[in-house]
């Protein structure tokens, strides 16, 4: 009988954890840093005072980081001496900043718990504030990730990070292979109710020769972003737009807009008319309640991807060098 408790719970320990986040816990600084939460939030709350694009930046920091070999702070890493191209050398990480802030917290973390805390469990709790901060919900997440100890190249991005022409079908499968349902992926993407989207990223949308790019979005919200986006090489990776009227609210606005036509990505325009995804996108936009509750879950689930934990990785000391 006894065996068969011990059986059963190894089972649900591993279904809550999916796996992949094995070995992460909700307590697992209890005793080797107990209050590595409470110095995390208090070293970021001056920055979102007078940065108000600091938030917005951290969440999609965390995000390209997760998305290409877990949850690893990999993508904190500096080139070395030999200048290979790390993460950050992919064109698909244009636009991402404030790294020195997740270096900047690491170095008050470690003055109080030294060789404890992994640079990537501290990006994951400043994207958690960055979320709460900016009024959305407060995730509670679990810890343990330990860091890479390498460095992959610039290639890795390039590969695994969705393009900005990406449709509804990549988009899913993206995020269903990370663990997520249907309206977790949905919710996820809701993300971009915050911060901006780069002109380069709409340049192939505004200019196609396929009409269909445009279809669905309202003329005048069109005729607004190719004169923010004019055509050419030399201007789009300096201009951007705002992703929807609240950038620095996390709310349900980012779908409030995509059901008016006012999508800025093709992702946000695709899943307002597509069968498998208009419902929830609708769902969204009335019932914000809603949106946190699965962003919430969704978050969690991509904070647990392919993490390193027990043996694996190391824990650097400083979060842009791997020694």
């Known amino acids: 009988m006894r065996r068969t408790i011990v059986v059963v719970f190894f089972m649900f320990q591993c279904f809550s954890f999916n796996v992949k986040g094995f070995g992460l816990s909700y307590n697992f600084y209890e005793k080797s840093c107990p209050q590595v939460e409470d110095i995390v939030r208090n070293g970021l709350q001056p920055i979102f005072l007078t940065d108000p694009t600091s938030a917005p930046a951290l969440l999609r920091l965390m995000f390209h980081d997760c998305q290409v070999q877990g949850c690893d702070a990999s993508i904190l890493?500096?080139?070395?001496?030999?200048?290979?191209?790390?993460?950050?050398?992919?064109?698909?990480?244009?636009?991402?900043?404030?790294?020195?802030?997740?270096?900047?917290?690491?170095?008050?973390?470690?003055?109080?718990?030294?060789?404890?805390?992994?640079?990537?469990?501290?990006?994951?709790?400043?994207?958690?504030?960055?979320?709460?901060?900016?009024?959305?919900?407060?995730?509670?997440?679990?810890?343990?990730?330990?860091?890479?100890?390498?460095?992959?190249?610039?290639?890795?991005?390039?590969?695994?990070?969705?393009?900005?022409?990406?449709?509804?079908?990549?988009?899913?499968?993206?995020?269903?292979?990370?663990?997520?349902?249907?309206?977790?992926?949905?919710?996820?993407?809701?993300?971009?109710?915050?911060?901006?989207?780069?002109?380069?990223?709409?340049?192939?949308?505004?200019?196609?020769?396929?009409?269909?790019?445009?279809?669905?979005?309202?003329?005048?919200?069109?005729?607004?972003?190719?004169?923010?986006?004019?055509?050419?090489?030399?201007?789009?990776?300096?201009?951007?737009?705002?992703?929807?009227?609240?950038?620095?609210?996390?709310?349900?606005?980012?779908?409030?807009?995509?059901?008016?036509g006012r999508g800025v990505l093709k992702i946000d325009a695709e899943m307002v008319s597509n069968p498998k995804t208009a419902h929830v996108m609708k769902h969204f936009s009335m019932n914000e309640a809603d949106f946190f509750r699965a962003f919430y879950s969704a978050f969690v689930k991509l904070s647990r991807y392919g993490v390193l934990t027990g043996k694996q990785g190391v824990i650097r000391k400083n979060c842009n060098q791997l020694s």
């Open 77 to 260: 890493v500096d080139p070395g001496n030999g200048n290979e191209a790390t993460e950050m050398a992919s064109s698909k990480n244009l636009g991402i900043r404030k790294r020195e802030i997740v270096s900047m917290v690491k170095s008050m973390v470690e003055a109080q718990c030294p060789q404890q805390v992994s640079c990537a469990d501290i990006l994951i709790l400043a994207a958690r504030e960055a979320v709460a901060v900016t009024g959305g919900p407060r995730i509670k997440v679990p810890l343990g990730r330990r860091d890479s100890s390498h460095a992959p190249s610039h290639r890795l991005p390039d590969a695994l990070l969705p393009p900005a022409t990406a449709g509804v079908s990549e988009m899913l499968n993206i995020f269903t292979n990370k663990g997520m349902n249907l309206e977790e992926s949905v919710a996820v993407l809701g993300a971009h109710t915050l911060g901006i989207t780069h002109c380069s990223n709409l340049q192939s949308r505004l200019y196609s020769r396929n009409n269909d790019e445009l279809r669905g979005m309202e003329p005048g919200f069109a005729a607004f972003l190719r004169l923010t986006c004019q055509k050419g090489p030399l201007t789009s990776n300096l201009s951007f737009v705002l992703n929807d009227p609240t950038p620095f609210s996390f709310d349900n606005e980012y779908y409030v807009n995509a059901m008016r």
